[in-house]
Each structure stands twice: as C-alpha cells, then as structure tokens.
C-alpha cells in the first residue's frame, strides 16, 4: 500500500509561482511511476506531468516550459514547481502513483493506469 500526501497549494497571482510536494508513505508496495493530475471545477481530470524511475520527465502541452516534475528518492518526496502561473491553472492538483515502473506511453489522455492517488491540493490563480 502507497499513501500520498500533497502539500504546498495555495493563491497567487497570475505570474506568480507555488511549489507543491508529495510525500509517499509506502508499505508493502513500491511506486516507481509517479505523476500530478489537476481537476478544474466542471473539467475533467487532465495528466500534467510525469517521471519514470530513471528520471525521464513528460509533460501536457498546456504547461510544458512553465512546470517542473522532479523528485528525491531520499525523502521519497515529488515535487511540482510552478512558474509564470496564468488563470486555468486554477485547479485540484493531485498526486499520483503507479507501481509499474515507467509511466503509460500516453500518460494524458486517461488516468486508470494509476493505482494510487493523493487527497489532493487546491491552487488558485487570481487574473
């Protein structure tokens, strides 16, 4: 069993940056696959980044250049750094885990490949 814990969410302004953090609590199980969704009041919930267990990063379109995935192995921490944050990134982001150990080819499109998720951790973007 993998249990997530996201941090870091908060208000900003459009411009500005938020640093979110997710620390996995794991048991048994080892995740090796780890990403952040985001859900938008009325919206569907969208991939936004991914990283593999050798490090190779993915990211949706609509953030790539702005957000940064990384992670310490050494604090089992994820880590999502946001930057030059515009309006429709206001959203629930969540914390997500796989057990296999590299993420979906297409990782966006849908989210059942994941088998662990975080309670999730508001960010809102004032225009």
């Known amino acids: 069993q993998v249990q997530l814990v996201e941090s870091g969410g908060g208000s900003v302004q459009s411009g500005g940056s938020l640093r979110l953090s997710c620390v996995a609590f794991?048991?048994?199980?080892?995740?090796?696959?780890m990403a952040w969704f985001r859900q938008a009041p009325g919206k569907e919930r969208e991939g936004v980044a991914v990283i593999d267990s050798d490090g190779r990063t993915r990211y949706a379109d609509s953030v790539k250049g702005r957000f940064t995935i990384s992670q310490d192995n050494r604090k089992k921490t994820l880590y999502l750094q946001m930057d030059s944050l515009k309006h429709e990134d206001t959203a629930m982001y969540y914390c997500?885990?796989?057990?296999?150990?590299?993420?979906?080819?297409?990782?966006?499109?849908?989210?059942?490949?994941?088998?662990?998720w975080g309670q999730g951790t508001q960010v809102t973007v004032s225009s």
């Open positions: 997500a885990a796989d057990r296999a150990r590299f993420c979906p080819s297409s990782p966006f499109n849908y989210f059942t490949w994941v088998d662990y």
């Open positions: 794991e048991d048994t199980q080892r995740a090796y696959c």
